[in-house]
């Protein structure tokens, strides 16, 4: 079967896109893009051919568009050419010269499809100039020419950054609007084409230069590999194939176990501690659940650790919150009230929060000696309800203070007690039945107060965070 006819088998096998779609082709001007033109072309497709000039190479950056233009020129195709800063815009966002392009061009494909692609930029683009040599209509979907050889050293690069499963399958035929139909066809192939159809292309200078990770893997590491296993790129070939078969079977476990697990709750996500403590492998499965919500593989063990701690501990991520609540993990956004909120059983000991930490204490007897000591309340149990709730004050909040009989809102007590706004800010409140029971640190409520007939006490303690060991 010619490479013609497995191109054509290959985007229908795999669904990439319909005969009638106008496709967007990413052109460099080098040979892949090149033989990825003629096939489409061959094809009968509708295309657009983008090409990106990132400044990077001199003359030859120029010759490179030029030829691309000539290109579409000879393909009456709609040509689309923009050219970037990109040694400036790696600067600017801390990138190496490969990531900053990465960047930038699928961030003009977006732009020319219309839409997201799918690949992660950041948030500013550099500067740069468009033009066209007739207007383009709305393509559907985006083409690259990658090939297999090139998945070959995605793979490799992937397992030596230890990006796991997914890594391991390598680039996808498919993924949102970015399409890669010469996935099947290795280099050779492409370049016997491209002889057979008297193709002409140029040649990008720093394709042999080993400095770049995939350089460096094409030229030396996979030829030392096959002086030792001749096979060993079709047999990592192979290895692509059953990697994504092996990424199914994952990720259908993965999802058993979410299914499980998650309880979605507003805009949190609850999990019984008990029942992921019983989750095999622990491991992965809590980094399947939390990367999700921007926590790192080594923030894995921490999480993991949470398990086993007081309510009030938590692991953050950029986003979001993971806190060990009772007999829960909850997974909320960071800044978010419901985050900053703890339930604390009748048998709990310890709490962990944001000001530090609380300790309770069960007392009897009639001989409690009382303490002048504003970090220790001394409470009546039996007027307790749990839960009790530990959270920060908000504006309408009142209780009674110590001695008084009528109530107080938190914020006229605060004036009074000469807060800063700086310290208002830091003040936390225990609550039982939606009544306050203590201002953590500051004067606990009058109608929780030991009496005579008080038999049996808690107390409560609080040990500021500068010190606590944490």
Known sequence: MSLLQRFQQYISAHHLFSPKDTLLLAVSGGIDSVVLCELCKQSGYSFIIAHCNFKLRGAESERDAAFVQQLAQNYNVPLQVKEFDTEAYAGQHKLSIQEAARELRYEWFGELLGRETGVQKSEAVAPGSEHSTRHSPLATCLLTAHHLDDNIETMLMHFFRGTGIHGLRG??????????????????????????????????????????????????????????????????????????????????????????????????VHIPVLKLQKAEPLYTVVYEIIKAFGFSPAQTEEVIKLLG??????????????????????????????????????DESKVVFENGELAFEQLTGKNIQLVNDAAIALIDRTALQFPLLLRKWKKGDYFYPLGMKKKKKLAR????????????????????????????????????????ATKQVLKIQLVKVDKLTR
Do not use: C
Not at 180 to 190: M, S, V
Not at 432 to 439: F, Y
């Open 309 to 346: 701690s007081e309510s009030g501990r938590y692991v953050q991520s950029a986003t979001h919150r993971i806190i060990k609540n009772r007999r829960w993990l909850i997974i909320a956004p960071a800044q978010s009230e419901q985050a900053q909120t703890l339930a604390i059983d009748e």
């Open 171 to 268: 680039m996808q035929p498919k993924q949102g609007s970015i399409v890669r139909p010469l996935l099947f066809a290795r280099k050779q192939e492409l370049k016997q084409f491209a002889a057979e159809n008297n193709l002409t292309w140029v040649e990008d200078s720093s394709n042999a230069l080993d400095k770049y990770s995939r350089n460096y893997f094409r030229h030396q590491l996979i030829p030392l590999v096959q002086n030792i296993y001749p096979e060993a790129e079709n047999n990592l070939a192979a290895n692509l194939r059953r990697f994504a078969d092996m990424e199914q079977l994952y990720e259908q476990a993965v999802q058993q176990h979410k299914k499980k697990l998650l309880e979605q709750k507003g805009h949190e």
């Open 413 to 452: 007590f605060f004036i009074d007690q000469k807060l800063s706004l700086t310290d208002k800010e830091k003040v936390w409140v225990l609550e039982s039945n939606k009544k306050i029971l203590w201002v953590v640190g500051l004067r606990i409520d009058d109608r929780f107060k030991l009496t005579e």
